[in-house]
């Protein structure tokens, strides 16, 4: 099993920078793909960004040029720098990983943009 818990949320105003943090913790030596997703209350979760092992990342077309998604496998850290904020970006930012047993989430980090 793995357990995951994001930090680094908050509020910020539109044109801001945060950067969230997620810590990975139990069986994470096998964990492959890393993602952020994020929710707005009443509608599906959505891919933000992911990471693979070796580090190749993919972005949401939303995000993209404004979010850099990035991982330590030697601290068993993954980040998001999130610049230039938008209030659309306003959401519960969730961290997953996946391995070959499942597919694991943290509890959520919100991030509220301010206009």
């Known amino acids: 099993q793995v357990q995951l818990v994001e930090s680094g949320g908050g509020l910020v105003q539109a044109g801001g920078s945060v950067r969230l943090s997620c810590v990975a913790s139990?069986?994470?030596?096998?964990?492959?793909?890393m993602r952020w997703y994020r929710q707005v209350p009443g509608k599906q979760r959505e891919l933000v960004a992911v990471?693979?092992?070796?580090?190749?990342?993919n972005y949401a077309d939303s995000v993209k040029g404004r979010f850099t998604i990035s991982r330590d496998n030697a601290k068993n850290l993954m980040y998001l720098q999130m610049n230039s904020l938008k209030p659309e970006d306003t959401a519960v930012y969730y961290c997953?990983?996946?391995?070959?047993?499942?597919?694991?989430w943290g509890q959520g980090t919100q991030v509220t943009v301010s206009s």
């Open positions: 139990g069986s994470r030596f096998s964990i492959t793909f």
């Open positions: 990471i693979s092992g070796s580090g190749t990342t």
């Open positions: 997953n990983a996946v391995d070959y047993k499942g597919n694991y």
